[in-house]
């Protein structure tokens, strides 16, 4: 029940972003520092998702197949590789890992 | 006008329906690893469905997948839903929508129905760009997060199907377009740094906040540069 509560507030928090920027008058919003922190956090909370999901495991750091999943998207991407493709590359690069026998 | 001709003079429709289908496939990443974070399929579509923006969604369960508790996956997804506010401030000083229609835009400005009608120069085409994205990603992408929801939830563990790679892959994916330049690269590099040693220090999902606010201070210490730099 909690976890719904969170979410409805994840998805009203959402959309009352996006409204904001039709709705507050434009130098309040569009002032270049805070343009440029926004873009500098959207950034930095990607590379952070990207780390956690290779490495965590709870509160611990852990190496297994998820880091195989990251090599194998990075040369998917370099390779200019579709959004999809990078994905199942990343899923079928851990499922082989631990096909073979790695954690 | 005619849906074909619309499709042979726009070429703003055009670029917002190839959009539509590219992004829109791809929620069914989505929806499979929504249901393999934990989440029930009617969440996982409740998230397509109210939330609509695709790192935001992907951070909630990113959050939840890695132990983190549902507090901190709405904070991840708010902080990464900021930016919206910067794109909803761009399409209106472009379309300047009025009543329900603004309501309406607000919910499908994402990153894609963003990106159309600024690479547009005439003011038709601008609408035609955005509405053609934004309403074409909102249907695709809430049809296939119920297909991969479905079948994520059939697969069973999703460890042996790699899934857990997928996200890995998934949130690279979503990163690699923003990492244009330098300072992308390095605030992305001290980033991941931060997360490391922020992993075994405090609870699950809160390093993503810490590393949210390393970039912030960065960004912020460094305003004086150009804003188009990062935001674009």
Not at chain 2, 15 to 24: D, F, N
Not at chain 2, 51 to 71: E, R, T
Not at chain 2, 93 to 119: N, Y
Request: charged fraction near 10%; charge should be positive.
């Amino acid at each position: 029940m909690t976890a719904w509560l969170w979410l409805l507030a994840a998805c009203t928090l959402a959309y009352l972003t996006k409204l904001s920027g039709y709705l507050v008058p434009q130098r309040l919003l569009g002032s270049p520092a805070l343009i440029r922190v926004s873009g500098c956090m959207t950034v930095g909370l990607l590379a952070s998702l990207v780390t956690m999901n290779a490495v965590a495991d709870g509160q611990a750091l852990a190496i297994d197949s998820r880091l195989l999943a990251l090599a194998a998207a990075l040369v998917a991407l370099l390779l200019r590789a579709p959004f999809l493709l990078v994905v199942v590359v990343g899923a079928a690069a851990a499922a082989l890992g631990r096909l073979a026998g790695l954690p | 006008m005619h849906v074909r001709e619309l499709l042979r003079t726009s070429p703003a429709t055009r670029a917002g329906l190839s959009i539509a289908l590219a992004t829109g496939a791809y929620g069914v990443s989505f929806g499979a690893l929504g249901t393999a974070s934990g989440l029930g399929v009617l969440e996982v579509c409740a998230l397509s469905l109210l939330l609509f923006s695709g790192g935001s969604q992907f951070a909630f369960i990113g959050v939840l997948a890695g132990g983190g508790s549902p507090a901190s996956a709405a904070g991840a997804s708010t902080l990464l839903g900021l930016r919206n506010g910067v794109y909803g401030m761009q399409v209106n000083t472009l379309l300047r929508p009025r009543g329900w229609r603004r309501l309406a835009a607000a919910q499908v400005t994402i990153d894609e129905s963003t990106a159309i009608a600024l690479g547009q120069t005439d003011r038709t085409e601008q609408r035609r760009g955005f509405w053609t994205a934004g309403v074409g990603v909102f249907g695709l992408w809430n049809l296939m997060t119920l297909v991969g929801a479905l079948a994520g939830d059939a697969l069973g563990d999703p460890r042996r199907w790699g899934l857990d790679g997928a996200a890995v892959a998934a949130f690279l994916g979503l990163l690699w377009p923003r990492l244009r330049g330098r300072e992308p690269g390095a605030i992305a590099a001290v980033c991941a740094v931060v997360t490391v040693l922020a992993i075994p220090l405090v609870p699950p999902g809160i390093p993503i906040l810490v590393a949210a606010a390393v970039a912030a201070l960065v960004g912020w210490w460094g305003r004086d540069r150009s804003p188009e730099e990062v935001a674009a």
